[in-house]
Structures are given as C-alpha cells and as structure tokens.
C-alpha cells in the first residue's frame, strides 16, 4: 500500500486514490497482513489529508466492520483537533450538527463512541465562545427530553456523561496558544453553574431503586474532570456532601475520593480558608475507615484515603500551620488529620513485602518541616510545641520501619532494592526532623542507642534495632558536620565515644553502618580529634574483610581527608593496615585503587626520609610487573593490569604530598624542600616515582600505540603528577612533553590535551619556555585539525572540547604563544567555525570562549588582529546563521558573547558585517524580513555593554527566524528566560 518516501499529489497519496473505499481497504490490510508498518505510515498520512473530512464520515456507517468504524471515528477527531485551521467558520454550523447527529444516533462498540466525542469536544473547544456561545447548557438541554420524566434513558445519560467527562479531559491536552486556551478556560468556568447541579442530580439518584450505579461513577469522574475549572468555594459544599455520600460503595470509592483530591488541591482554594477548613471537617471522618483497614491488615485498602489526606496536608500545609496556631478548635481539627498520616507512616508490617502505604506521606512531612522553620520565630515556637511530639513519634516510627528483615535473603531483587530506597527516604526524614527537634532528636537517638546495645549484649540476634539507630545516626551525620552551633555539642561526643563499645558480634551490616557514621561524621571529627582514637580501630580492623572493605575503605579515605593534620598519632597504624589489607588479595580493584588516597595522606606525616622506605614494599611488586608488561607482548589481561597500576599510582599521586600547598598559595611562595634535621634540599617522592617510572611508561605506550584507555591512563597520572609536584616537575618537563606529544601523535584523546595545557598554564609566561612552547602548540594544533577532518564532528565532539578549552586558556594566559609560523591560523579558524554548528553543548560552548577570547585579546597582542580581520565576516554569519536556527537555541548565550566582543573590540567591522547580513535575502531564514534584520542590527549594535540586553534581542531574533515569535512556546521560554 506505501512506498519508501510517501508522496502527495491532489488526490493521490503513494499513486493510490484517497477514497472512503480505499481507505477502508487499507484499515483491513492492516489488520490481516504483515505489512502492518507501511500500511499504519499510509493510513497516518491519510488521515492527516484534506480528503479526510470527506472520507471519514464513510467508515463510520453501520454496515461497516468494527475496526473501519474506530478508525473512521478516529480520523474525525484527528482532523477536528489537529487540523481545525483547514475549515472556514462558515463550516462550523454544518460540521457541528452532524458531529451530534452521529454521536446520539450510534449504535455500535463504546470505543468507538468515544473517539466521536472527542471529535465533538474539540469541536466544543474551538468553537467556544464565538462560534458557540453555550456549548455546554446547549448539549445538557438537547439531552433533557429523554432525561426527563420518570423513565429516563440510561443510554442517552452515559453518553451525556461520557461527553461532559472528555471535554475537560481534551482541554488539558489540546495544544492551544495561551490566549485561546485562557479564553477557553474562563467559558468553562462559567458553565461550571450548569454543569455541576447537573451532575449533582444524577449522584442524587445513588442508592435509590433502579438507579445506574454505572451513571453515578461517570458523574464522579466528571466532577473530577471539571474541578478543575476552579469549583466556587460558595458552591463547594453539596459537591462534597454528594461524593461522601457515595464514598461507603466500594464500586465508587476510588473515584470519588480522586475527584476530593482534585477539589482540595486546586490552586484557587487557598484564598478561601474558613471554606476550606470546612471541607476538611467534613473529610476527616473518613479517618475511621483509615484505620479499621489498617486494623485489620488491609493496607492497600487505604490507599484512596490516605492519599486524599496526604493531598490535602501538601496543598495546605502553611494553612496547616496558621489554623493549628490561631485555634484550640483548628489545633484539634489539623492534629486529627496529622495523626491519621503518621498512621500510615508508622503501620506495623514489613516494607515492601507486606505493606507499600508507608512510603507515601514522605513528601507530606518534608514540606510541613519546611514550612514550619519558614515561620516567624513566635510561630515557629509554637509549632514546635505543637508538631515536636509528632515528629518525635515519626522518628521513632522510622526507626522501627528502616529495621531490615533477617530473612530479606528470601526476597526478591526488586523488593531489596525497594527497602534501599525506602531506607533512603527514611534517613532523609530523620535529617528534616533534626530542623523541628534538634538536641530532642539527639537524646532520643541516644537512647534508643542504649536500649539496642542492651538488646544486642544479651541476644545477638537482636542486630536490626542496633543497626536501624546507627543508620539514623548517619542520616544526620552530614547536617551536623555542616552546622557551626553543632561544633560542641556534647551529645555527639557521647555517640561517638559509644561506638567502640557496640557488641558487633561480627554482624557486617552492623559494622557497615557505623563504618557509614565514621565517614560521615568526619567533618566533625576534624574539630573534635580527641574521639579519633575511639573510631579509627573500628575503620582500620575492617579493612581485612571483604564484605566490609568497600565501607571501610570509604571511611578511611573520608577521615584521611579532612582529619589528616589530626590523623599524625595513628599514621603507622593506619599505613600498617593499608599495607596488610592491599597484600591479602581481599579488596577489589576499586578498593585497593582508593585505598591510596589515605595512604598517600598518612606517608605525607612521616618524615620525609621514611616514606619511600615505607612505600617500597606496596609498590615494587606492582612496578616490577609494570616493566615486564611494558616488554611483554600486548593483551587484554596485560592491559587490565597495566591500566590497574596506572590508576593506583593517580590515586597515591593525589595525596602524597609533603610540600602541603594550600590550594590558594602562589607558587612563588613555595621554596626548595628542607630536611628540617638534617638541613639538607629533600626531593618530593612522587618526583622520584615519576622519574623511575618515566621509561616505563614510553615502553608501555610504544607498546600499546593505538590503544587510547593506555594513553588515556598513562595521560591522566602524568597530569595529577604535575598537578601535585607544580614547579618541582620542571626537570621531568621535557621527557613529559615529548611523551605526552608521541601519545597524541598516536592516539589523539583529551587527556594528552589536559597534561599540555597543565605545562602551558604554568610556564607560558617563562621567556626560556616559550619556543619549546609554541613548538609544542603548533604540533598539537597540527595533529588536532588533521583528526577532526577524518570524520564527522560529532564523532571527535570530546577532543574538539578540550582542544579548543586549551586554546582559550593559553589565549588568557600567554597569547603570544600563537604567534608560531607554523601554526595555521586559517586553517584553525575555519574549523573553530565550523564547530560552532555541533548538536553537542560543550565543544560549542568552548569553541566560542575561544573565539571570544581571540577577538578580546587580540586588540592587545597585535599580530593577531589580521586573524580577526580575516576571518572576522566568515565567522559572523556563521553565528547569525547559529541564532538563525542552525544550532540549538539553548546555545544562543554563547553567540551573544562572540556578537558582544566583536562589537567591543571590532565595531567598524561589524558595521559592515551587518550591512551584509541585511542586504542578503532570505538569510538567515526567509522569515526575516529586511526590517527585521535592520532593527536587529541596530539594536546590537547599540548594545556594547549590557550583555542581559543583547542576550534578549539575539534571542527574540532567534525566535523570529524560527518561526517561533509570539508562539505560547515562545512565550514559556521568555518566562523561563531562555
């Protein structure tokens, strides 16, 4: 039926004549054949088809088979929807009286019916109100004949309110312009007067004999659908009172209580307080259902309610707090609904396997905390009072649901990793509980210490208290370290003191949480390194086992970090551990890789002349065996164990460091190294590793040429080498040159890239460096280009990245390095240029800092002016062209700063740079007008300081050219400032 690449020719479309008989061929070859994916591209053109308006109502007939008819219906609501601009308002009349005609008198399936009342509800849509001023009250009085007298027709009702449902339902997902769908929305807000007694009406009749159960369902679904047109609050109540009537059915309990929630949470209500606490009155005795299901163990019977409760309690929770504040009336009325949710969160079952209800007011008691501290100290005083008892019982509520179960081992994987979420949200909670109890929490948690300790000495098995108070511990972990009034707080010394003396009995799980404590506590332990004897055995026995090395590990590096000055005292012990725990052969690669870090910490407290007498032992087998592979014929074993070394020397490199620079010292403060017993100049050891290591390392990447993890690895610890030793590399620098540039040659990668620009950054501006410099500039560049031309750009999106982020940092550092004759500007340009065009965020985003700094530096380094001028024009359309719609919109920031800094330091230049754009027709897009682009141009042009205001001009051009302008898109991106 279709061929590749459709094609449209009047009537035709792929050579086959749009007729309600071939199309109906088509829907029933869909069907039968396996040609399914051709035959759904052509019906799906089809349909899209002028013809379609005539062809549809064909199918729909009742001689014709069922899936001809849903198709036919769905094509009328496709072309009413979608296609609406293809009628003229003269053919608004006759469309509208044969949509209702077909919809009151079809007799075939309810799916199809359906689709014929989306049709007419976006007829509704468009129509309304000057085409049809009353939809609404016009389609309810049609329907009141057979509605009326005292055998109403139940079909005729469904159907009524089948439609009266999908209205709303079709507004909210037709794309319409923001002024149309406002002028939409204020019509049906005023039907809501006619809409609603109607449905009430028909909810009246619930219970009563002969009454359509199915009917008062649809009426429920439809006040849900149009609550959202804002319910006036003075009519609120019988709305509420009909759906609580009709909430004790089971068949209609779910929908009543989602159409509550969408009353209750509509963002009008809260400027009707007194109305609301109203509402609320009359919903809260549903909280005896609430808790007859949970009494009986039928969690998931609770649901509807709970989630009404928990609506109400998000949408409201500062007028929570003001009616629990102002009221001993209020006070009770908002502590009934509090409780009725702590219920929830506190359910005796077990997470996830018995019960899911427990996760769901997490978002509730974040958002009241939240607004709790907002308040005015007065209030928040009085909150505390009120909510602390609650939030004291939340915790302990949490603390006995985050407790794991001994036999998780009998779940299933998804069921474990839904109790580590849960477990996550748990610690949160507990976190956002510190804001309301502070130093109550504290306490709490310290008791709740003591009993599990007590608990665990007389039976071990009694490990999950223990562990769930350890856990919530860590959750506070982090906010405590943070808060300056923590600092003494001897509640915390008391917790810390206690660790050593938790009878673990070698539970890992016990362990690993507390192993969690001490990492994240290690902030606190920086102000406090009296408690870092009580701590560090428990990190540095763990090391050992396997099922606890990944924590301890992680502790170990967390305290090594920022309790290192404090850490002296227990360096042998530590270095002592690290060294057992690397020769087991327990630990992972990961494991050994960050247990450098701590190690190069701890070496960097020795005296200078026992550390590599103390590294040697961990490192000469891995560096023998460096240099054999590096002689060794090329493999994947031996390349997994070369990049393994490679990374565990990056990682001691980070750290091992006896200048101990700060990170805002210049260098030129940094002196020689002395021995301060001996007097004598002491070398750095990662100096001395790196100078052993050297020949390796081009024996490995000769070895491994066109292997780019190797080059990557060897690259990478080059780098953190030169970042640690700074100015003391300067004897390695060119033996480090040449190698990273045989890297490059090789296999160009970012990492060569980065090591370069190290050298460039810290000696651009030395006179006896710069040939060397522009030598190694111009071979980069060289190589750079030459590979960015094998392929598409995207394909070298990371290389163009860091390359011309390189650039841009020797322009700011030391342009004068691009004044090389063997560096081709032309060629460097053009490729800059042509970037500017990538889909990619980053390589765009460098490529134009470089040229920004290009043109703002150049005016200070005269030779490079011509380059400018040269290619200046070149480069301006391209960015016009960018703006215009040939890159991504979410880049125009980028272009406004190559427009700002050529109209700072070129303006003659763009003059008549902008004189071309404008007298080019149809550039950038033929939807720029010449007055457009004469009013863009002088609007830049005037712009040579305020960057906010380019910004907005380029992007109200960019939108022109793309079609774009005054667009409701367009105007939610203004919103957005994009």
Same mark, same amino acid.
């Given at each position: 039926?279709?061929?590749?690449?459709?094609?449209?020719?009047?009537?035709?479309?792929?050579?086959?004549?749009?007729?309600?008989?071939?199309?109906?061929?088509?829907?029933?070859?869909?069907?039968?054949?396996?040609?399914?994916?051709?035959?759904?591209?052509?019906?799906?053109?089809?349909?899209?088809?002028?013809?379609?308006?005539?062809?549809?109502?064909?199918?729909?007939?009742?001689?014709?088979?069922?899936?001809?008819?849903?198709?036919?219906?769905?094509?009328?609501?496709?072309? /009413?929807?979608?296609?609406?601009?293809?009628?003229?308002?003269?053919?608004?009349?006759?469309?509208?009286?044969?949509?209702? =005609?077909?919809?009151?008198?079809?007799?075939?399936?309810?799916?199809?019916?359906?689709?014929?009342?989306?049709?007419?509800?976006?007829?509704?849509?468009?129509?309304?109100?000057?085409?049809?001023?009353?939809?609404?009250?016009?389609?309810?009085?049609?329907?009141?004949?057979?509605?009326?007298?005292?055998?109403?027709?139940?079909?005729?009702?469904?159907?009524?309110?089948?439609?009266?449902? /999908?209205?709303?339902?079709?507004?909210?997902?037709?794309?319409?312009?923001?002024?149309?769908?406002?002028?939409?929305?204020?019509?049906?807000?005023?039907?809501?007067?006619?809409?609603?007694?109607?449905?009430?009406?028909?909810?009246?009749?619930?219970?009563?004999?002969?009454?359509?159960?199915?009917?008062?369902?649809?009426?429920?679904?439809?006040?849900?659908?149009?609550?959202?047109?804002?319910?006036?609050?003075?009519?609120?109540?019988?709305?509420?009172?009909?759906?609580?009537?009709?909430?004790?059915?089971?068949?209609?309990?779910?929908?009543?209580?989602?159409?509550?929630?969408?009353?209750?949470?509509?963002?009008?209500?809260?400027?009707?307080?007194?109305?609301?606490?109203?509402?609320?009155?009359?919903?809260?005795?549903?909280?005896?259902?609430?808790?007859?299901?949970?009494?009986?163990?039928?969690?998931?019977?609770?649901?509807?309610?709970?989630?009404?409760?928990?609506?109400?309690?998000?949408?409201?929770?500062?007028?929570?707090?003001?009616?629990?504040?102002?009221?001993?009336?209020?006070?009770?009325?908002?502590?009934?609904?509090?409780?009725?949710?702590?219920?929830?969160?506190?359910?005796?079952?077990?997470?996830?396997?018995?019960?899911?209800?427990?996760?769901?007011?997490?978002?509730?008691?974040?958002?009241?905390?939240?607004?709790?501290?907002?308040?005015?100290?007065?209030?928040?005083?009085?909150?505390? &009072?009120?909510?602390?008892?609650?939030?004291?019982?939340?915790?302990?509520?949490?603390?006995?649901?985050?407790?794991? =179960?001994?036999?998780?081992?009998?779940?299933?994987?998804?069921?474990?990793?839904?109790?580590?979420?849960?477990?996550?949200?748990?610690?949160?909670?507990?976190?956002?509980?510190?804001?309301?109890?502070?130093?109550?929490?504290?306490?709490?948690?310290?008791?709740?210490? =003591?009993?599990?300790?007590?608990?665990?000495?007389?039976?071990?098995?009694?490990?999950?208290?223990?562990?769930?108070?350890?856990?919530?511990?860590?959750?506070?972990?982090?906010?405590?370290?943070?808060?300056?009034?923590?600092?003494?707080?001897?509640?915390?010394?008391?917790?810390?003191?206690?660790?050593?003396?938790?009878?673990?009995?070698?539970?890992?799980? /016990?362990?690993?949480?507390?192993?969690?404590?001490?990492?994240?506590?290690?902030?606190?332990?920086?102000?406090?390194?009296?408690?870092?004897?009580? /701590?560090?055995?428990?990190?540095?026995?763990?090391?050992?086992?396997?099922?606890?090395?990944?924590?301890?590990?992680?502790?170990?590096?967390?305290?090594?970090?920022?309790?290192?000055?404090?850490?002296?005292?227990?360096?042998?012990?530590?270095?002592?551990?690290?060294?057992?725990?690397?020769?087991?052969?327990?630990?992972?690669?990961?494991?050994?890789?960050?247990?450098?870090?701590?190690?190069?910490?701890?070496?960097?407290?020795?005296?200078?002349?026992?550390?590599?007498?103390?590294?040697?032992?961990?490192?000469?087998?891995?560096?023998?065996?460096?240099?054999?592979?590096?002689?060794?014929?090329?493999?994947?074993?031996?390349?997994?164990?070369?990049?393994?070394?490679?990374?565990?020397?990056?990682?001691?490199?980070?750290?091992?460091?006896?200048?101990?620079?700060?990170?805002?010292?210049?260098?030129?403060?940094?002196?020689?190294?002395?021995?301060?017993?001996?007097?004598?100049?002491?070398?750095?050891?990662?100096?001395?590793?790196?100078?052993?290591?050297?020949?390796?390392?081009?024996?490995?990447?000769?070895?491994?040429?066109?292997?780019? =993890?190797?080059?990557?690895?060897?690259?990478?610890?080059?780098?953190?080498?030169?970042?640690?030793?700074?100015?003391?590399?300067?004897?390695?620098?060119?033996?480090?040159?040449?190698?990273?540039?045989?890297?490059?040659?090789?296999?160009?990668?970012?990492?060569?890239?980065?090591?370069?620009?190290?050298?460039?950054?810290?000696?651009?501006?030395?006179?006896?460096?710069?040939?060397?410099?522009?030598?190694?500039?111009?071979?980069?560049?060289?190589?750079?280009?030459?590979?960015?031309?094998? &392929?598409?750009?995207?394909?070298?999106?990371?290389?163009?990245?860091?390359?011309?982020?390189?650039?841009?940092?020797?322009?700011?550092?030391?342009?004068?390095?691009?004044?090389?004759?063997?560096?081709?500007?032309?060629?460097?340009?053009?490729?800059?240029?042509?970037?500017?065009?990538?889909?990619?965020?980053?390589?765009?985003?460098?490529?134009?800092?470089?040229?920004?700094?290009?043109?703002?530096?150049?005016?200070?380094?005269?030779?490079?002016?011509?380059?400018?001028?040269?290619?200046?024009?070149?480069?301006?359309?391209?960015?016009?062209?960018?703006?215009?719609?040939?890159?991504?919109?979410?880049?125009?920031?980028?272009?406004?700063?190559?427009?700002?800094?050529?109209?700072?330091?070129?303006?003659?230049?763009?003059?008549?740079?902008?004189?071309?754009?404008?007298?080019?027709?149809?550039?950038?897009?033929?939807?720029?007008?010449?007055?457009?682009?004469?009013?863009?141009?002088?609007?830049?042009?005037?712009?040579?300081?305020?960057?906010?205001?380019?910004?907005?001009?380029?992007?109200?051009?960019?939108?022109?050219?793309?079609?774009?302008?005054?667009?409701?898109?367009?105007?939610?991106?203004?919103?957005?400032?994009?």
């Amino acid at each position: 039926m279709a061929t590749a690449g459709p094609s449209m020719n009047n009537n035709l479309l792929d050579g086959v004549e749009l007729t309600s008989a071939n199309v109906e061929q088509a829907v029933l070859q869909f069907y039968q054949s396996s040609a399914m994916q051709e035959t759904h591209k052509w019906l799906t053109l089809a349909q899209l088809s002028p013809q379609a308006w005539s062809f549809c109502w064909d199918l729909i007939t009742p001689d014709k088979k069922h899936e001809v008819q849903f198709f036919g219906a769905s094509c009328l609501a496709v072309k /009413v929807t979608r296609c609406w601009g293809e009628l003229r308002p003269e053919q608004f009349p006759g469309l509208r009286k044969r949509l209702l =005609d077909i919809m009151t008198s079809y007799q075939g399936p309810k799916i199809v019916l359906t689709r014929i009342c989306v049709a007419v509800s976006g007829l509704v849509i468009h129509c309304v109100p000057d085409h049809w001023p009353e939809p609404i009250t016009d389609i309810i009085s049609m329907f009141q004949p057979q509605l009326s007298g005292p055998s109403p027709n139940y079909r005729s009702l469904t159907l009524l309110l089948e439609l009266l449902t /999908v209205i709303p339902e079709e507004f909210s997902t037709l794309l319409l312009s923001s002024n149309r769908r406002s002028i939409v929305r204020n019509s049906f807000s005023s039907s809501l007067s006619t809409v609603l007694p109607f449905l009430l009406g028909v909810m009246a009749h619930h219970g009563q004999e002969g009454a359509s159960t199915e009917a008062t369902l649809q009426a429920c679904k439809c006040v849900q659908a149009w609550v959202q047109f804002g319910v006036p609050m003075e009519s609120c109540d019988p709305v509420v009172d009909r759906l609580l009537q009709c909430v004790g059915d089971e068949e209609l309990q779910d929908t009543v209580i989602e159409a509550l929630s969408s009353l209750v949470s509509h963002p009008d209500t809260h400027k009707y307080p007194q109305r609301l606490m109203g509402v609320l009155k009359k919903i809260l005795p549903l909280d005896t259902m609430l808790h007859q299901y949970m009494a009986e163990g039928s969690y998931e019977m609770c649901l509807p309610v709970l989630s009404l409760f928990i609506t109400f309690g998000e949408s409201h929770s500062r007028l929570l707090i003001d009616w629990s504040t102002s009221s001993s009336e209020g006070r009770d009325v908002v502590l009934r609904l509090v409780t009725a949710i702590l219920a929830a969160s506190s359910c005796h079952a077990q997470f996830p396997t018995q019960e899911t209800i427990s996760e769901m007011p997490f978002g509730f008691w974040y958002i009241l905390q939240d607004d709790i501290i907002a308040c005015e100290p007065e209030q928040y005083q009085q909150c505390v &009072a009120l909510f602390g008892p609650v939030y004291t019982a939340l915790v302990n509520a949490m603390l006995n649901k985050s407790m794991y =179960d001994p036999k998780d081992g009998e779940w299933s994987a998804d069921q474990r990793e839904s109790l580590r979420c849960y477990r996550t949200d748990i610690a949160d909670t507990i976190m956002y509980s510190f804001n309301i109890l502070r130093d109550g929490l504290l306490h709490s948690l310290l008791q709740h210490l =003591d009993s599990a300790i007590s608990g665990c000495l007389n039976s071990p098995t009694a490990w999950p208290p223990l562990e769930a108070c350890l856990h919530a511990w860590y959750a506070v972990a982090e906010s405590l370290a943070d808060s300056e009034e923590e600092e003494a707080n001897p509640l915390l010394s008391m917790f810390l003191a206690k660790l050593p003396v938790i009878p673990f009995h070698n539970n890992t799980r /016990v362990i690993s949480t507390a192993l969690d404590c001490i990492g994240g506590f290690s902030d606190w332990l920086a102000m406090h390194p009296q408690l870092l004897p009580h /701590v560090t055995p428990i990190v540095t026995s763990a090391l050992a086992s396997s099922e606890l090395s990944m924590a301890a590990t992680m502790a170990l590096k967390d305290i090594s970090r920022d309790c290192t000055d404090s850490m002296k005292p227990y360096a042998e012990q530590v270095i002592s551990s690290i060294q057992q725990s690397l020769t087991s052969g327990t630990l992972n690669t990961g494991e050994c890789v960050r247990l450098m870090y701590p190690l190069g910490k701890m070496l960097s407290l020795l005296p200078p002349h026992q550390i590599l007498p103390r590294l040697e032992p961990l490192l000469a087998s891995h560096m023998q065996a460096l240099d054999q592979l590096s002689k060794s014929p090329a493999d994947q074993n031996s390349k997994n164990r070369i990049i393994f070394v490679l990374k565990l020397l990056t990682m001691l490199f980070t750290t091992l460091d006896i200048a101990r620079r700060e990170d805002d010292q210049p260098e030129s403060e940094c002196g020689p190294l002395v021995d301060p017993g001996s007097g004598e100049s002491i070398q750095q050891p990662v100096f001395l590793i790196l100078k052993q290591c050297l020949p390796v390392y081009h024996a490995i990447c000769a070895n491994y040429s066109t292997d780019p =993890d190797i080059t990557e690895a060897v690259c990478t610890n080059l780098k953190q080498g030169v970042s640690t030793l700074q100015d003391d590399m300067r004897p390695l620098t060119q033996e480090v040159l040449t190698l990273s540039l045989a890297c490059y040659r090789a296999t160009p990668q970012p990492a060569a890239l980065e090591l370069a620009k190290q050298f460039f950054i810290m000696y651009g501006r030395e006179a006896e460096m710069e040939t060397p410099l522009r030598s190694l500039l111009a071979e980069l560049c060289s190589i750079s280009l030459a590979t960015i031309q094998t &392929a598409s750009l995207s394909d070298h999106a990371d290389l163009i990245d860091c390359f011309y982020s390189m650039l841009g940092q020797v322009l700011k550092k030391q342009p004068g390095l691009f004044l090389c004759p063997n560096l081709d500007t032309n060629l460097l340009m053009q490729a800059a240029i042509s970037c500017l065009t990538m889909p990619e965020q980053h390589p765009v985003k460098s490529v134009a800092g470089f040229l920004n700094h290009l043109i703002s530096v150049s005016r200070e380094v005269e030779p490079l002016v011509p380059i400018v001028n040269t290619h200046g024009e070149q480069l301006f359309m391209q960015v016009i062209k960018c703006v215009g719609g040939d890159a991504s919109r979410s880049y125009i920031d980028y272009f406004t700063d190559i427009l700002l800094a050529l109209n700072k330091k070129y303006f003659d230049n763009l003059c008549r740079y902008m004189n071309s754009m404008v007298t080019t027709d149809n550039f950038p897009t033929e939807l720029c007008s010449r007055e457009a682009k004469e009013h863009f141009a002088r609007s830049v042009l005037k712009e040579r300081a305020n960057k906010r205001k380019l910004q907005e001009t380029v992007r109200e051009f960019s939108l022109l050219s793309r079609g774009l302008l005054g667009s409701e898109y367009a105007a939610q991106l203004v919103q957005l400032g994009l």
